[in-house]
């Protein structure tokens, strides 16, 4: 490997087949090291925004909102409230003598302005260090207006990404188990991790209905509060993004008794595993399994013709990923096997030693598995491998182009869905559009390599 590392982060890269499988994650990021993650309050706003008929006001200067505006595309059904960006702006003068009164009024107002069904109150960094008590304030609020106000707890400086997912699921918690369940279907559940992202939730309720499923609760994509607060009626939680709701499938299966199992709606293999896997767990209904049969049938047949005209052209292509969750990874790498591409690297900002193991487990020998990289390591990775597309998100975007690299944008603000049966035609329809390009033959890379 060159020496493009830091030397405290070489233990965070891992080359299959040059030694045994072990790397290190889960940690915060290296001062210095440019990380590609966000803090913990964006790790927070993540996981809450698309909870549409609720207000959320950050609690903090005005660059924490703005960072933050319209972080997803997640579409609503209904109310759009969460597309707005409140923010008590705070001051100098608030940083020196607090600012529970100005959050206290801004508050009042905005929840007397719009008619929330709840409120959000997001901590910053400054917040921490002045000490101002949202429990209190967010309290004497929820008494004065009868909705619940909830603080969240996501000063930046408290962690990593994954500490903002802990401190939105210990937000939600507090919904869960506040409304009537009675009229919830035994075959029931609810999805967590999807955000909705150019509509894909939509498809996703589609196929559970036509399999004769409940959804109770979307956490939180296209997400309503009284959804929520009778998610503890539903018989089990299906967890997508398992990095950003998998502490709250944890918390309702201790206090409730619901399990959960983990699935990813990318891909057609993974697509029709979370289908069957769900069918599976309401086997005293065997006419659920039937149904999801028929409705993957159905929705594979539409989609093979055109995937087998686009892997002719795409077959012996290098890929490369680097995504927030590693969950999302294991789809990926999976769907570009199904089109004869090659994963020649693969990273995420927030996966555990487990996620790295089954990275390991299903890539091919030579690939590069990265955690918490950064824009000098990615550059090294993506020459040294050559590869033809990246896979990542906004700020993978400038590497891969800077390059001449071929980029699929596979984070939140995308607005292209990618998931469910559907979502991997558009998947491969992109990066056959992005690989096939006539513009790369203009760019240095491609023309050092051909001789040019």
Known sequence: MEAIALKDRENQIHRKGEKPFEIV??????????SQRACVFCGSRVVLYPIADALHLVHGPIGCAVYTWDIRGALSSGPELHRLSFSTDLQE????????????????????????????????????IIGDDLEAVCRKVADITKIPVIPVQSEGFKGNKRSGYKAACN????????ADTSNVSKHSINILGDFNLAGEIWMIRDYFKRMGVEVVANITGDG????????????????????????????????????SIRVS?????????ALYDVARFFKDDPEIMTRASQVIQEEVQKIYPELQKYKKALAGKKAAIYVGGSFKAFS??????????????????????????????ITDPGTIIVDDSNPLELTSFLKEKDVDIFVGGVKE????????????????????????????????????????SPVWRFVPRKNRNSGE
């Not at 020196?96 to 997001?122: M, S, T």
């Not at 937000?171 to 506040?178: K, Q, S, V, Y």
């Not at 790498?333 to 487990?361: C, H, I, W």
């Not at 590497?399 to 607005?415: M, Q, S, T």
């Open 265 to 273: 709606y990318f891909g057609i293999e993974d697509m029709s595993e």
């Open 332 to 361: 990926l790498v999976k769907a570009f096997r199904l089109v004869d591409m090659n994963v020649v690297m693969v990273g995420s900002q927030t996966g555990t030693p487990e996620d790295y193991r089954e990275l390991d487990d």
């Open 25 to 34: 994650c889960d940690k915060d990021s290296l001062a210095g090291a440019v």
């Open 224 to 259: 309503r509060i009284d959804d929520i607060c009778r998610a503890h009626g539903a018989a089990l939680n299906v967890v997508q993004c398992s990095g950003a709701t998998m502490d709250l499938a944890n918390m309702m299966e201790e206090k409730y008794g619901i399990p």
């Open 93 to 128: 003068m608030d940083v020196i003598f607090g600012a529970e009164k100005k959050l206290e009024n801004a508050l009042l107002e905005l929840i007397d302005r719009h008619q929330p069904k709840a409120a959000f109150v997001y901590s910053t960094c400054i917040v921490g």
């Open 171 to 178: 937000a939600m918690f507090r919904l869960i188990g506040t």
């Open 397 to 436: 975007r400038p590497i891969a182009y800077k390059l001449g690299v071929g980029f699929c944008d596979h984070n939140h603000e995308r607005k292209e869905a990618l998931a469910g049966f559907t979502g991997m035609v558009n998947f491969v329809r992109e990066v056959y559009s992005s690989v096939m």
